[in-house]
């Protein structure tokens, strides 16, 4: 990755008495397509209002550049947002919308015509300069809103859940419209949002917040694969978080059965938490499986089939598989080693929100 | 009978009671001052009573009145936006506190609030005495079109400030946001995004001061003296004192006429402007 | 921290700024309210401290008729006007665009024109048939001028009710009548009561249409204000209105603990007494 673009340092930050952001520190390397990725409330659009400089934080500071930018106005600052359901200047028509920042800027009018043009190409709206806002779909709207951010060559555009207000088939496109102008562009992208399959398919970097704090950061597969804490887990994708205990290394017994796993370092005969992927477990021949139990309820995914498995101790398997096994079937259950993810007790809930950065 | 019904159902007839109201009570009669004022007290067709708003005393009227509210719907507009501006800044809860200091005056009669300022602007009043207190010199505006002005804004205010507050709280501060993104100052973000987005409810409140400015005889009666003729004065008298009419209900028709024009004039730029809203 | 001082600069400015205006709006209430305990007459002079206006209030037969009728011709027209109003209203949201429009624009023709013209037209129309100017006059013309602010705040409340929970209601076997007052009833009953408040607002306050419509018989408080400017206003009125403004403002400290009565005037443009 590259060198350090922007750097939040001790970054505090409270409303009405409540703090939304405490103590927060995060390097953002240039180029990156970063996501802040957490449940609403847990600080990540106020996180991303402080870069953009819509608030001030109460504490600390915002290095952009090298250069401390913490009381620098919103429009003196080299990026750009696009705002959730797109913020277009009602009044305005498209090219008016995306030339304003231009005009601003006293650029010229051979200039600011050929980058509307350009800019409108790039989100594939090409023609439509004249067209008032109101007659644009929620999709186009949201292309106009990147387009008048971009033209301005902005180091960094700032994203704010800008595909919230899609439906599911528009926002899954729009996923790969948006890394292909991020490659087409070479700039940094800081995207908000609380969807995490669209941080997994867009970014090279998740932060996931929880409560004001960062609970881990990572690439995607590090995120989905070896979640630091339950919550990472939990929020990324489905998993079952299991009461465990770490026999030795690379052994961990579950209700009674040892599986072999590849964790180490964490003492003998330690209780921790496993966790593990429903698409990560297998189910086979009862006598074949490490530990056997009953299919108890099964649901028709499309892709999968989401089955339920209670095992004698009365613990819920939740298993995604092709390959159907009926209600009431017995099976055996085995996991690859190093599909199953150990993680530590938390000792307290406060712990719980307190991440480790990797 | 089941035709009857069915029409009893399609809810419409709900409206009839409506539509006869405003046939009898507002068709009927804004006729009646179109048929006064073209006729004289014969009954025989007339253009005098309209032509009688060129004679010199009426001229003289109507610009005053012209000149008099359209001063004050500006000394309206620039007090009420940014009193609007301050109250959006302020979120929520200004909306519960605006209707409250607005609305509650409106329950003390206005020509008592109105009399209230003859009080206050006396020679004697308390506004000079409060001067003298501080050995500055006093006010005279009592019985000028200084106090008529102050009495139209005073009046008219509230009807300015809600439709532009109304419009601005509208606006989506992630627009504001937006401009000031783009590079916008707040000048421009003022000049360029809120004051366009907001040229409806300017319009709504010019509107609704600028009639009841225009067309007033109670302030300049009250705040005037008696020497200060509007041309809501003039149509008053004609029909209090005298018995003139035909000549008040020609003089009103003008008026109206001209109320509309300016209205449509005003709705057309409504349109042609604030396609937003 | 630049920022921080602008923000707490702007802060205080605006302070200042709604503080003037408040003191703008409420100098002339304080003035009455305060003349109304002054012994002496005069408007200017301080005379002394007394309750005697407020005592002599009761015993003013003019100014107690006056109130009567001021308080009843203001419930009787908005409770006509909330009824034809919201009949209107419900008739006009299922009807097609042209008629609708036509009137929504007759409507606005009250809103809009002159109120010294509708009292002129009025006043005109009352003679040209023959009808003698009096209370019941009065009532009709106030009624006239508050059917708009009615429908201008029943017609946003209908719309977004959906129509669906009025099937819903019919589906479940309810008649047309009932589905209405169990389901849409309640939905645009905010919106009724804010056009009734409007126009008892409207209606007590109301000067000109009145000064037109009344004939010589009758006055309400404002009339019989108007009539005494000349000579001087009777001491017990500012005393009525002390009382009235009184009244008026703990109902609104009561009503704002509940928000929903003040949504009201946002939907609504208000227009004022001239």
Excluded at chain 2, 230 to 254: C, D, K, M, P, Y
Excluded at chain 3, 136 to 143: A, D, E, F, G, R
């Amino acid at each position: 990755m590259g060198r350090t673009l922007i750097d939040l340092i001790h970054i505090e930050k409270s409303f009405d008495g409540e703090m939304v952001i405490d103590d927060l520190n995060l390097s953002i390397p240039e180029n990156a397509f970063l996501t802040l990725l957490g449940p609403s409330g847990c600080g990540k659009t106020t996180t991303l209002r402080i870069i953009g400089g819509f608030e001030r934080a109460d504490k600390g500071k915002v290095v952009f550049d090298g250069e401390d930018i913490s009381d620098v106005p919103p429009n003196k600052r080299n990026l750009n947002t696009v705002f959730q359901k797109y913020a277009l200047f009602p009044h305005m028509n498209i090219a008016e919308n995306i030339a304003f920042g231009l005009k601003i800027k006293n650029k010229s009018k051979a200039y600011i015509d050929d980058k509307v043009k350009y800019a409108l190409k790039l989100v594939n709206l090409d023609g439509y300069e004249n067209r008032d806002v109101d007659s644009l779909s929620g999709g186009q709207q949201q292309r106009i809103a990147i387009a008048r951010a971009i033209v301005n060559e902005p180091k960094v555009l700032l994203l704010d859940e800008p595909l919230g207000a899609l439906d599911l088939k528009l926002r899954q496109d729009m996923q790969y419209e948006l890394i292909r102008l991020k490659n087409e562009l070479g700039i940094t992208f800081i995207y908000v949002t609380h969807d995490q399959e669209e941080a997994l398919t867009m970014s090279d970097t998740i932060v996931v917040m929880n409560q004001g704090y960062i609970q881990q950061m990572g690439t995607p597969e590090q995120i989905y694969n070896e979640p630091n804490c339950a919550f990472v887990a939990d929020f990324i994708g489905e998993s079952n978080i299991i009461p465990a205990v770490m026999v030795k290394d690379e052994l961990v017994e579950i209700f009674g059965a040892r599986f072999a796993c590849v964790d180490r370092g964490f003492g003998n005969n330690k209780p921790v938490d496993a966790v593990i992927r429903p698409e990560d477990i297998d189910l086979v021949e009862p006598e074949k499986g490490t530990l056997v139990g009953r299919v108890t309820h099964v649901i028709f995914k499309g892709v999968h089939y989401e089955m339920e498995v209670t095992t004698p101790d009365g613990y819920e398997w939740l298993v995604h598989s092709t390959d159907l096994s009926p209600v009431g079937k017995e099976v055996g259950i085995t996991v690859d080693p190093f599909d199953i993810q150990i993680m530590n007790k938390p000792v307290s809930e406060d712990e719980e929100a307190i991440g480790v950065n990797e | 009978m089941n035709n009857f019904l069915s029409k009893i159902k399609s809810r419409k007839i709900l409206v009839f009671p409506y539509v006869f109201w405003i046939l009898g009570f507002t068709v009927v009669p804004l006729i009646l001052i179109v048929i006064y004022g073209l006729t004289d007290k014969n009954g025989v067709l007339t253009f005098e009573n309209i032509t009688s708003m060129g004679t010199y005393e009426h001229m003289k009227a109507l610009i005053l009145s012209l000149l008099l509210s359209l001063i004050s719907t500006l000394i309206c507009l620039l007090l009420a936006y940014p009193l609007a501006l301050i109250l959006k800044k302020r979120g929520a809860g200004a909306g519960r506190f605006i209707v409250f200091i607005f609305v509650l005056p409106m329950w003390m009669n206005f020509l008592l609030r109105t009399l209230a300022w003859q009080t206050l602007l006396e020679k004697n009043g308390i506004i000079n005495g409060i001067l003298s207190l501080f050995t500055l010199p006093g006010i005279a505006v009592i019985n000028t079109n200084y106090a008529i002005i102050l009495g139209m804004v005073y009046n008219f205010l509230p009807f300015m400030v809600l439709p532009i507050y109304n419009v601005l709280v509208k606006i989506d501060d992630n627009v504001v946001n937006a401009a000031r993104d783009l590079g916008a100052s707040r000048r421009q973000t003022f000049f360029h995004i809120l004051l366009p987005l907001s040229i409806p409810g300017i319009v709504s409140g010019i509107t609704m001061v600028f009639v009841p400015a225009l067309t007033t005889f109670v302030i300049s009666n009250i705040l005037g003296g008696a020497k200060i003729l509007l041309i809501g004065n003039v149509i008053e008298q004609e029909f209090t004192r005298g018995s003139g009419w035909h000549l008040g209900a020609g003089l009103s028709l003008v008026m109206m006429v001209f109320i509309f024009i300016s209205m449509a004039l005003i709705a057309k730029y409504d349109s042609q402007e604030g396609r937003t809203f | 921290m630049k920022i921080g001082i602008l923000k707490r600069l702007e802060k205080i400015f605006g302070d200042f700024y709604l503080a003037l205006i408040l003191i703008f709006l409420y100098a002339p209430i304080l003035v009455m309210v305060v003349l109304s305990f002054n012994s002496s007459k005069s408007r200017t002079r301080w005379g002394g401290f007394t309750w005697q206006w407020y005592t002599q209030l009761f015993s003013s037969s003019m100014i107690m008729d006056a109130f009567k009728n001021t308080v009843i011709i203001a419930l009787l027209s908005s409770i006509i006007a909330s009824i034809i109003g919201t009949a209107a209203a419900i008739a006009l949201n299922d009807m097609k665009k042209l008629p609708k429009s036509m009137l929504m624009g007759a409507t606005s023709i009250p809103m809009l024109n002159a109120d010294i013209v509708t009292g002129i037209s009025l006043m005109l129309a009352f003679i040209s048939f023959g009808i003698s100017l009096g209370f019941k006059t009065v009532l009709v013309s106030h009624i006239t001028f508050n059917i708009p602010y009615v429908i201008l705040s029943v017609l946003p409340k209908l719309k977004k009710t959906s129509r669906y929970t009025y099937e819903a209601a019919l589906d479940l076997g309810a008649g047309p009548l009932k589905a209405f007052f169990a389901v849409v009833f309640p939905d645009i009953f905010p919106g009724i009561l804010s056009g009734f408040l409007l126009a008892f607002t409207m209606s007590l306050d109301d000067f000109i249409i009145t000064h037109f419509t009344k004939g010589a018989g009758i006055n309400t408080l404002s009339t019989l204000i108007y009539s005494e400017v000349r000579k001087g206003i009777k001491p017990s009125m500012y005393a009525l209105s002390s009382i009235i403004f009184l009244v008026v403002l703990i109902l609104l400290l009561i009503t704002n603990f509940a928000p929903n009565i003040n949504k009201v005037h946002k939907n609504t443009k208000i227009k004022g007494m001239r």
